[in-house]
């Protein structure tokens, strides 16, 4: 999964110049079968353009329908898709979909660690419902240092942080 943050910072990286919003998708969550296991990642860029996939197929075009209302208010949401009673894919998944906007420090603290194998941690908030919520996000840890992946999100140690994925 690391391989596939990694090319969604490099495409991110070359989109910065110009001024496109990204939103991220993250499976979070995971009941019954899927092609793909929580952890997958895709970047949708404003002008339709995807990078990283979350399923065989059968999801992202549902995600990029979904993402519109992140391009639009920036707030965090999940999406359940319900595949039960779709061809080849047999589960519901739970997607975070959250504006990407890292900071440069964040982008330099990846490049760094990915580069030296250091691990790191991603931590996403969220509840397993379809719903807005300005606490929903994701924090990429390396080591005491934390960075949001967009700005509007602010952790609230009230919130639980239900997923956490590690690369070691």
């Not at 090319?7 to 899927?34: D, M, N």
């Not at 949708?44 to 990078?51: A, H």
């Not at 960075?147 to 639980?160: N, Q, T, V």
Request: hydrophobic share 40%; glycine share 8%.
């Amino acid at each position: 999964m690391t391989h596939e943050l990694k090319k969604i910072f490099q495409v991110y990286e070359s989109t910065a110049k110009a001024p496109l919003k990204a939103v991220l998708a993250t499976v979070v969550a995971l009941e019954g079968s899927s092609y793909r296991k929580p952890g997958v990642r895709m970047l949708i860029l404003e002008n339709g353009s995807m990078v990283g996939a979350v399923s065989g197929g059968c999801v992202e075009k549902e995600i990029v329908r979904q993402a519109e209302s992140v391009f639009k208010s920036g707030e965090a949401k999940v999406m359940t898709y319900d595949g039960r009673y779709r061809l080849g894919c047999e589960g519901i998944l739970y997607i975070l979909l959250e504006s990407f906007e890292p900071k440069p420090a964040a982008i330099k603290r990846f490049k760094e660690n990915v580069k030296n194998r250091n691990a790191f941690k991603i931590e996403s908030s969220y509840e397993k419902k379809d719903m807005v919520h300005r606490n929903f996000g994701s924090c990429l840890i390396f080591g005491e240092d934390r960075f949001s992946i967009h700005e509007a999100h602010k952790s609230d140690p009230a919130f639980p942080i239900v997923y956490s994925w590690c690369r070691t």
